[in-house]
T-cell receptor, first 116, second 114 residues
Framework: EPEVTQTPSHQVTQMGQEVILRCVPI?????FYWYRQILGQKVEFLVS????????KSEIFDDQFSVERPDGSNFTLKIRSTKLEDSAMYFC??????????????FGPGTRLTVL | DAKTTQPPSMDCAEGRAANLPCNHS???????VYWYRQIHSQGPQYIIH???NNETNEMASLIITEDRKSSTLILPHATLRDTAVYYC???????????????FGKGTKLSVKP
């Protein structure tokens, strides 16, 4: 069964450094998402991406964040200058072109980002 | 904020049915009820969704009340591996350009005990 994959599984970085989190969505999916979950807290929406542009973003997704689909398979989240409070699990999700009931989002296993 | 209310925790005996309730009294006519679960710190896993009719798949059944203000997720024979946080989410199903990002609440922590 196809699945969303994410790399790395764990990223440790120093405060102020740039990090890029990578995701490979399910191949025929067209909508892509990033969510994050700070330890012990709720899963929070960050951004959605469709047709090579951001469709929607939350207040969390400020100028320090950016997303990109650099090729036909990868979807990346970049944090330009990491802060301690960026430490969290970051989940990528994808869904197919909507139609009927086929708009379920499928999540990857997550990347644990630790900012020191 | 999440538009749903769920009990923070529930216990269930292994092999018994787990019935997880959810209140969504302000649900709109075009909003579906979705259920996801999160095992430990893994990515949320889709379980089932429905609009107004009851639904069943290989994982669970979803019972939606006639007024659509509440629903129940049923795991017919819970196993230890079903221990997880279960999230009930209402959202508009996407058509065309609609994005429908998921808004997670705190969910129900289901503990299946031997």
């Amino acid at each position: 069964e196809p699945e969303v994959t994410q790399t790395p599984s764990h990223q440790v970085t120093q405060m102020g450094q740039e990090v890029i989190l990578r995701c490979v969505p399910i191949s025929n999916h067209l909508y892509f998402y990033w969510y994050r979950q700070i330890l012990g807290q709720k899963v929070e929406f960050l951004v959605s991406f469709y047709n090579n542009e951001i469709s929607e973003k939350s207040e969390i997704f400020d100028d320090q964040f950016s997303v990109e689909r650099p090729d036909g398979s990868n979807f990346t989240l970049k944090i330009r200058s990491t802060k301690l409070e960026d430490s969290a699990m970051y989940f990528c999700a994808s869904r197919p072109l909507a139609g009927g009931f086929t708009d379920t989002q499928y999540f990857g296993p997550g990347t644990r980002l630790t900012v020191l | 904020d999440a538009k749903t209310t769920q009990p923070p925790s529930m216990d269930c005996a292994e092999g018994r049915a787990a019935n997880l309730p959810c209140n969504h009294s302000t649900i709109s006519g075009n909003e579906y009820v979705y259920w996801y679960r999160q095992i430990h710190s893994q990515g949320p896993q889709y379980i089932i969704h429905g609009l107004k009719n009851n639904e069943t798949n290989e994982m669970a059944s979803l019972i939606i009340t006639e007024d659509r203000k509440s629903s129940t997720l049923i795991l017919p024979h819970a196993t230890l591996r079903d221990t997880a946080v279960y999230y009930c989410i209402v959202r508009v199903a996407g058509y065309g350009g609609s994005q429908g990002n998921l808004i997670f609440g705190k969910g129900t922590k289901l503990s299946v005990k031997p």
